[in-house]
T-cell receptor, first 117, second 116 residues
Framework: AQSVAQPEDQVNVAEGNPLTVKCTYSVSGNPYLFWYVQYPNRGLQFLLK??????LVKGSYGFEAEFNKSQTSFHLKKPSALVSDSALYFCAVRDTHGSSNTGKLIFGQGTTLQVKP | NAGVMQNPRHLVRRRGQEARLRCSPMKGHSHVYWYRQLPEEGLKFMVY????????ESGMPKERFSAEFPKEGPSILRIQQVVRGDSAAYFCASSPPGRDRASEAFFGQGTRLTVV
């Protein structure tokens, strides 16, 4: 069964410090991986995706993520956190295996990032 | 190019009433997905539609929920005889036509349904 796990409900970092939000996945076939951010009472905004190629993917707002096939992980990172980065972050996978897949996204439970001044 | 538009943003219904949620995809997008976000939970897939067709409704509750995406007009998620457990945020996402699974989905602002 396809699944995504975000093991941390909340991550707290101080402004200016590096941050990591963890994500692991389980799919059959090649995973297409996505990170989205949700600000309070807002919709989801796309941050970045991994499809193929370089394992380090760069996205919006200075975020990047590293795809690790052997560890089935896709952790979100940023070298220097900002208070404005405080939000809810979702990792998602779209399984591309088989002709019956419909492109739906399987989401993790979400991780709340709190950046303190 | 306007993004995915959902309305209403907030909807309050009494138990037993019907809730009707609308979603207009991005221009040029013909694939629509509906997701539900319960309090303190992640998003769960409900249904995937293309124009005039339901492609995958494996995430839809068996009763009271229905969805459509007519040839003209927005996609509609309909919940009949709402109960308190239906209170949630409902998000619509759209993606371009074709089988490009690499394309990211674009989400609307969501409709927050409260059943009283």
């Amino acid at each position: 069964a396809q699944s995504v796990a975000q093991p941390e409900d909340q991550v707290n970092v101080a402004e200016g410090n590096p941050l990591t939000v963890k994500c692991t996945y389980s799919v059959s076939g090649n995973p297409y991986l996505f990170w989205y951010v949700q600000y309070p009472n807002r919709g989801l905004q796309f941050l970045l995706k991994y499809i193929t190629g370089d394992n380090l993917v760069k996205g919006s707002y200075g975020f990047e993520a590293e795809f690790n096939k052997s560890q089935t992980s896709f952790h979100l990172k940023k070298p220097s956190a900002l208070v404005s980065d405080s939000a809810l972050y979702f990792c998602a996978v779209r399984d591309t295996h088989g002709s019956s897949n419909t492109g739906k996204l399987i989401f993790g439970q979400g991780t709340t990032l709190q950046v303190k001044p | 190019n306007a993004g995915v538009m959902q309305n209403p943003r907030h909807l309050v219904r009494r138990r037993g009433q019907e809730a009707r949620l609308r979603c207009s995809p991005m221009k040029g997008h013909s694939h629509v997905y509906w997701y539900r976000q319960l309090p303190e939970e992640g998003l769960k897939f409900m249904v995937y539609l293309q124009k005039e067709n339901i492609i995958d409704e494996s995430g839809m509750p068996k009763e009271r929920f229905s969805a459509e995406f007519p040839k003209e007009g927005p996609s509609i998620l309909r919940i009949q005889q709402v109960v308190r457990g239906d209170s949630a945020a409902y998000f619509c996402a759209s993606s371009p036509p074709g089988r490009d699974r690499a394309s990211e989905a674009f989400f609307g602002q969501g409709t927050r349904l409260t059943v009283v």
